[in-house]
């Protein structure tokens, strides 16, 4: 693959699927640090392009290099983010819901960004409507264990965000 | 909030770049991206430059007069080659497309267990490049000490010739640990820290596929 094909399908990609990256780089990141992921994002999604061979789909392929950078990412800062969690609680998990939906997606992020590295990339896999089986097929887990931690992370997910239903897995 | 509360959120329009942002975060990347290859380019173009400049001078010092005595002080060849090798290896490492860290077509444990596995080599290659180094120290002492008892260095010349050695090799010693120390040993933690996430059972099944 050339350098002229390999900005083609980076910008056809980008054109059609960066808002999968938009949330995987939000569940991973927050503030300032949400432009660095997406840039170390962007670059191992352009470095990855030539490797694609047509086998997977190209979500699965932007899945499994998304994740994994910012699986990766994430922890260098782990140190930093421990002291901000302990310094800052989540904020508003136990007061009455603001009004601004704005608000709500981003308590919704702040709860996901509290959970650990892998339950965080398969929750989001989860809320992008990925199957067991595609979810397993990106981590390399067995289809059990996803729905077994799935569950797991919903109850978690539930009791960070304060809500009473759990909903069923699918 | 409850499940569709939850979903119907995620799925909002809301959750995701507006168009505007999508054209700039593309832009900002491929114009980035563009940028430093033109740097990269740029120092490159500047490198062979000095080099064949520098190399030009010294075989003019070298057959066109008669400075430096090639029987005598053969080793000015192969001294003026390290540079050119170490050129070469960075115009190599331009050109070609180097092996993603994230890779797509392999699962993310794979691609993360693949990443411990370079990571270990990498620590391998290190520690027995710090041996060399170990080695090294004394065998230079040594050689230094003989040199000047049978009369090859003269007094004055030895307080230099240990510092600039010695310097150069403490140098690249303690650039060699500092990748080792502040680069791999760390991301070597996270890999495995992320790994056993993987390999952790959830209850009443298997933790990886294969």
């Known amino acids: 693959m050339n350098r002229d094909d390999q900005h083609e399908c980076f910008e056809r990609w980008m054109t059609d699927h960066i808002a999968i990256l938009y949330r995987v780089v939000n569940g991973f990141a927050e503030g300032s640090d949400r432009n660095d992921l997406m840039q170390e994002v962007l670059l191992a999604v352009w470095k990855a392009i030539p490797s694609f061979r047509g086998q997977a789909q190209a979500t699965t392929f932007l899945y499994r290099v998304s994740h994994n950078a910012a699986l990766t990412w994430h922890r260098t800062r782990r140190n930093y983010l421990k002291r901000v969690e302990q310094a800052e609680p989540l904020a508003g998990a136990e007061s009455s819901l603001p009004d601004s939906t704005d608000e709500r997606l981003e308590q919704l992020y702040a709860a996901i960004r509290r959970l650990p590295e892998l339950d965080r990339s398969i929750v989001l896999l989860s809320l992008d409507g990925l199957s067991y089986q595609e979810m397993a097929g990106i981590h390399g887990l067995s289809e059990s264990n996803v729905g077994v931690r799935l569950n797991r992370i919903k109850q978690r997910l539930a009791k960070t965000l304060n809500q009473k239903e759990i909903y069923e897995p699918r | ?210």
């Not at chain 2, 005598?72 to 090798?85: C, R």
């Not at chain 2, 003269?154 to 640990?177: K, Q, W």
Request: proline residues 4%; contains cysteine.
């Open chain 2, 1 to 210: 909030m409850n499940l569709d509360e939850v979903q119907n959120l995620w799925n909002s329009g809301i959750n995701g770049p507006t168009a505007h942002q999508r054209a700039e975060m593309i832009t900002r990347f491929t114009s980035t991206l563009r940028r430093r290859r033109r740097q990269e380019f740029a120092w490159l173009v500047w490198t062979f430059f000095v080099l064949t400049v520098l190399t030009g001078f010294a075989g003019w010092l070298v057959f066109g007069t008669d400075k430096v005595s090639l029987s005598a002080e053969w080793a000015v060849i192969p001294l003026l080659l390290i540079p050119w090798v170490f050129a070469c290896l960075f115009l190599r490492k331009f050109l070609r497309q180097t092996l993603p860290a994230a890779r797509g077509d392999v699962t993310i444990s794979d691609s993360l267990t693949a990443a411990m596995a370079a990571n270990e080599s990498e620590r391998f290659k290190l520690k027995a490049l710090g041996m060399m180094y170990v080695i090294a120290l004394p065998v230079l002492a040594l050689s230094i000490g003989q040199l000047h008892s049978a009369g090859k260095v003269p007094s004055r010349e030895l307080i230099s010739m240990v510092t600039f050695l010695g310097g150069a090799l403490a140098l690249s010693a303690g650039a060699v640990a500092a990748k080792y120390w502040f680069s791999l040993v760390p991301k070597a933690r996270m890999l495995k820290a992320l790994l056993s996430q993987f390999r952790e059972p959830a209850e009443g099944t298997t933790s990886p596929a294969h």
